[in-house]
């Protein structure tokens, strides 16, 4: 090392000078304080002392693998007073790290510089106490904030929770059943909603926040709360607003579930019901009376695929002052949104197109917040609360599901063009075909026509069931929204308790086949179909 000082004025204002020509100024000028504004002799030990830390330091953490954002180091020192030479009594050099740095391993390297690597904290712990501290401030992640300047796709997959301090890409599984306070007070504050934080995940967890968060932004919803499943959804979005003497008018095509909880179960707790036609909306406003509270719906309607109109139903209820509630499980948030056109509560099966490949149950209330707090309240008394397994999952499908409803649909799509042309087929259902009665409003509501479609087998019940009995690809079972397609015979199945006249009101014939439509190769999906048509007649 080889090191020039020249003096720079009468005032000993040296400028040191190194072999690369690097120089910083210094004041050693007798004066106590300085004269010349640069660094005092002593001080540039100190300093020093933190640079040749820190290199050490930066190094080791490097290795472990941590992620340092940023450093800033503050030294403070204490002198011998009163004593020739006055030399340094204690050091204390403070690490300010910004960045994923865990403390075991930052600790652990401060250790190794002062027990191995820093030359200077050698020399200068002969006459000085020296003591190293730190405080590790978490970078501001790099993961986007989802804005909602994001498309709806980007904002699927880049909501996300927080990364913990291990750094990892996708998101932990939180299975926990409570969370740990850091003592008495955080305890008091969380539990008096002074501060915010997971307490017990009956009614609050990370992976249910993160689902929640996500289909917010996805239906433009300010507020949500997930549920066991899609009927637990439902139940917690009428059973806050319902009470002893109120009413609700309710299309009369609503899942079988829905039916039984609005004819049934509600009635016995004293909430009268109206049902009311899915396609004639002059219907509802003649149902509405005095203690009407709620207008609820679905569409499009299973298995009918009837669609009503949402910018109607939006006005009505502000008109009358009445809370919509709209189910939104067959079009999935990526095609239509409520919301937008009125809604204030939207409830989803969160089992069908959001898992989309038959794995779990969910649920989701959105909506407006002073809702959503009735909905979290109810909620976390009565306890339907969805895994954080599940809601683990949940989170994860909505990331594909932009890509995988735009296959369903064209998938249905041409199912439908296909269908459309048997001659063992008396009709088609397809919200996006020219032929679905209100294909206007079809293709004003939805972006694509969904991946449920119907079509009436010549033939009565019989056939239908001949024909589900002859399908060798496709999957008999209760459930739609998966990747694998899906057929059912509501007039043998869901729906055989009605009898034929109560059917058809809720547009069910006795050929009528429901298709939810699966990922396959449609060329797979169609052979399956035309074989299992032909060994039915
Ligand atoms: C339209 C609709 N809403 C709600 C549900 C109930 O959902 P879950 O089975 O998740 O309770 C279903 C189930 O098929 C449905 O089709």
Not at 418 to 433: A, D, F, G, Q, T
Request: include cysteine.
């Amino acid at each position: 090392m080889h090191i020039k000082l020249e003096r720079q004025n009468q005032a000993f204002h040296f400028k040191a000078i190194n072999e690369d020509n690097a120089e910083v100024h210094m004041d050693a000028s007798p004066k106590i304080g300085g004269e010349n504004q640069g660094f005092r002799p002593m001080e540039m030990l100190l300093a020093g002392l933190g640079g040749c830390s820190a290199i050490d330091v930066l190094e080791i953490l490097k290795k472990q693998r941590q992620k340092v954002e940023d450093v800033a180091i503050e030294i403070r020192a204490k002198r011998r007073e009163n004593q020739i030479p006055s030399i340094f009594e204690e050091i204390q050099v403070h690490f300010l790290i910004e960045g994923q740095v865990e403390p075991k391993k930052l600790e652990k390297a401060l250790q190794l510089t002062k027990d191995k690597y820093c030359s200077v904290y050698h020399i200068m712990r002969e006459t000085a106490k020296i003591e190293y501290t730190y405080e590790i401030k978490p970078s501001p992640e790099k993961e986007a904030t989802p804005s909602a300047e994001m498309q709806w796709e980007t904002l699927a997959i880049r909501t996300q929770t927080p990364r913990s301090h291990n750094r990892e890409h996708a998101v932990p599984m939180y299975l926990t059943s409570s969370f740990v306070f850091d003592d008495a007070e955080q305890a008091r504050a969380m539990f008096t909603g002074e501060q915010e934080g997971n307490i017990y995940s009956r009614f609050s967890n990370p992976n249910a926040d993160e689902l929640v968060q996500k289909m917010c932004l996805l239906e433009g919803a300010e507020a949500g709360h997930a549920t066991a499943s899609g009927m637990a959804g439902i139940f917690a979005s009428l059973a806050p607003f319902l009470k002893k003497g109120d009413h609700i008018v309710s299309s009369r095509s609503v899942f079988a579930n829905t039916h039984r909880i609005l004819t049934e179960i509600l009635p016995q707790w004293g909430v009268e019901y109206t049902y009311v036609s899915q396609t004639n909306m002059e219907e509802w406003e003649q149902a509405i009376r005095p203690n009407t509270k709620m207008l609820f719906a679905e569409t499009p309607s299973n298995p009918a695929l009837d669609f009503i109109d949402l910018d109607y139903l939006g006005k009505l209820a502000e008109k009358h002052n009445l809370l919509l509630n709209i189910d939104n499980c067959f079009a999935t948030p990526y095609l239509q949104q409520p919301i937008k056109h009125g809604a204030h509560i939207v409830t989803h099966s969160a089992t069908k197109w959001i898992d989309g490949q038959g794995r779990v149950l969910g649920g989701l209330v959105l909506g407006k917040k002073e809702l959503i707090k009735e909905v979290y309240a109810f909620a976390r008394r009565t306890g339907p609360a969805i895994s954080p397994f599940n809601a683990w999952v949940l989170s994860k499908s909505l990331e594909t599901l932009a890509v995988r409803m735009d296959r369903h649909c064209s998938n249905a799509l041409k199912l439908g063009h296909y269908l459309e042309k048997h001659r063992e087929i008396e009709s088609v259902k397809y919200p996006h075909l020219p032929s679905h009665p209100q294909y206007d409003l079809a293709k004003r509501q939805m972006k694509q026509g969904g991946g449920m479609l119907t079509c009436v087998v010549k033939g009565g019940v019989e056939r239908g069931r001949r024909f589900l009995d002859a399908l060798k690809m496709l999957s008999l079972t209760a459930n739609l929204g998966d990747t694998r397609t899906i057929a059912t015979h509501p007039a043998s199945t869901t729906h055989s308790k009605l009898n034929a006249e109560q059917q058809a009101i809720v547009g069910i014939a006795p050929g009528l086949i429901r298709f939810s439509v699966g990922l396959e190769h449609i060329q797979d999906i169609i052979a399956d179909i035309e074989q299992a048509l032909a060994a039915s007649k």
